[in-house]
């Protein structure tokens, strides 16, 4: 099982509401991440996790609050988002032995800000 | 994170024909390259990378090439086919870190035109 799958594919949400993305791997790997990719830029690094702490912080707003409750599951949960934080939320994955090698993607969230 | 600028960022070629790819990278401790690809709905995928201790690597169609003195490395695609149209993003890195913090160069959108 090579997959990193997130849910949901798709969320609109307001300004007021709370949300969550959640991000799933089976692999065995001990770096997860979460990037957001606006449209026509490449994807940038928010947050990473290395046996399950977290390790980088890209200077992102608190209103984007990480959480990896197991070395399987990586969460991102959403309050009080702006319109101008739509974009397509991505996951990814890695060994994380100390040698860097191919990162896994999932296939990402479509998040739209109202 | 490194300064990564890759060119061209838009590429067309006629199916058959070949497509280069360079990235230019700021960081001299680098020593993990590689290029991934991203369809349109899709989180990148690795397509190729190569480490610093080898010069070229070649897989099937797709080739990568290493300049390390003057930090760039390239992708070669030759006989492009309709399915090679994606982004293409390099993702130069250090092993400093012990995980892949993966920074994106700025991206080509290749297309290949039946």
């Known amino acids: 099982d090579t997959e990193v799958t997130q849910t949901p594919k798709h969320l609109v949400m307001g300004m007021t509401n709370k949300k969550s993305l959640k991000c799933e791997q089976h692999?065995?790997?001990?770096?997860m991440y979460w990037y957001k990719q606006k449209a026509k830029k490449p994807p940038e690094l928010m947050f990473v996790?290395?046996?399950?702490?977290?390790?980088i912080n890209e200077s992102v707003p608190s209103r984007f609050s990480p959480e990896c409750p197991n070395s399987s599951l990586l969460n991102l949960h959403l309050h009080a988002l702006q319109p101008e934080d739509s974009a397509l939320y991505l996951c990814a994955s890695s060994p994380n032995r100390g040698i860097n090698t191919e990162a896994f993607f999932g296939q990402g969230t479509r998040l739209t800000v109202v | 994170g490194e300064n990564v600028e890759q060119h061209p960022s838009t590429l067309s070629v006629q199916e058959g024909d070949s497509a280069v790819i360079k990235c230019t990278y700021s960081d001299s401790a680098s020593n993990y390259f590689p290029w991934y690809k991203q369809e349109l709905g899709k989180g990148p995928q690795l397509i190729i990378d190569i480490r610093s201790n080898v010069g070229e690597k070649k897989d099937q169609r797709i080739a990568v090439t290493l300049n390390k003195t003057a930090k760039h490395f390239s992708l070669h695609i030759t006989e492009t086919q309709p399915e090679d149209s994606a982004v293409y993003f390099c993702a130069p890195s250090s092993d400093q870190t012990g995980a892949n913090n993966l920074f994106f160069g700025t991206g080509t959108r290749l297309t290949v035109i039946p």
């Open positions: 996790y290395s046996y399950e702490k977290l390790s």
């Open positions: 692999m065995g790997h001990r770096a």
